[in-house]
Structure formats: C-alpha cells, structure tokens
C-alpha cells in the first residue's frame, strides 16, 4: 500500500514563508494527481492545490500568487511552497494522491501561521 508522508509543518509570523513536503513510499507510481488539502478548526477539508500527470495546476483563489505546487524529477515527492502566509492559512495540511480509482491520504502536517 502507498504510504504519503508530510513534513515541513510548523510555526511561522505572519508574512513568512514554509515548504511542505510529501514523499511517496512507491517513487515510480504514476499518479493522476497529487496535492494539498487543508483543514482548520471548525471547517470543511478544503482543496488547496492540485498537480496532475500533465502537470496541469489547481489552486485555490485564495491562495493563488503566494502558493506553488510542483514535484520531484521522479514524481515520487509533491511540494507546497507557501509565501506571505496569513492568519487564514493556519490549519492541518494533508498531501494527497490518486491513482486510478484509489485516493490516498497523508497523516497531516499542521501550519500554524500566527504572531
């Protein structure tokens, strides 16, 4: 079974800046798509940022121009790249992965974005 695992995480001020990591344990699968969800307290998991094998990105409006996604030459690593960090961006990141019919999930990271 493939196994998504996060790190990066932590605390940052206002206006700083974290890298979100998320390796794969099976570093040739092809998968569909790969990407970030974020969950705060008391809200719905929402899409943060998607890469698919086409290389073809998603971002959530609200975090377009400060995010990027991308992934390692050998598509077994997915990064979130995360600027100008607000408040709003504190929550649980979770890396996420599809592959035909199968959706995996990493454990979360949390970001708390605070002063």
């Known amino acids: 079974q493939v196994q998504l695992v996060e790190s990066g995480g932590g605390l940052v001020q206002p206006g700083g800046s974290l890298r979100l990591s998320c390796a794969a344990s099976?570093?040739?699968?092809?998968?569909?798509?790969m990407g970030w969800y974020r969950q705060a307290p008391g809200k719905q998991r929402e899409l943060v940022a998607t890469?698919?094998?086409?290389?073809?990105?998603n971002y959530a409006d609200s975090v377009k121009g400060r995010f990027t996604i991308s992934r390692d030459n050998a598509k077994n690593t997915v990064t979130l790249q995360m600027n100008s960090l607000k408040p709003e961006d504190t929550a649980v990141y979770y890396c996420?992965?599809?592959?035909?019919?199968?959706?995996?999930w990493g454990q979360g990271t949390q970001v708390t974005v605070s002063s």
């Open positions: 996420n992965a599809v592959v035909y019919i199968t959706t995996y």
């Open positions: 099976e570093s040739r699968m092809n998968f569909d798509t």
């Open positions: 890469l698919t094998s086409g290389e073809a990105t």
